[in-house]
């Protein structure tokens, strides 16, 4: 328990720092801490997704801010 729980720990630090791929440990696990770390790897996807996102955004914002 101990070093799956450390490793999603690890994950959750690794995503404050923008590192969307750290491997967490094995979400195939199907006990409670294999849902929480699936739950966190598909949290962790829409996330970099949003991110990605609002990247694109602000680049183009700033793109029409310039030509103007």
Do not use: C, W
């Not at 450390?6 to 979400?27: Q, T």
């Amino acid at each position: 328990v101990t070093l799956p729980l450390g490793r999603l720990v690890e994950g959750i630090r690794a995503m404050s720092r923008r590192d969307y791929d750290y491997p967490v440990s094995n979400v195939e696990a199907h006990d409670e801490l294999g849902y929480l770390t699936k739950s966190f790897v598909q949290m962790r996807q829409t996330l970099h997704a949003y991110v990605e996102e609002l990247e694109d955004f602000t680049q183009r914002l700033e793109d029409k801010v310039e030509e103007r």
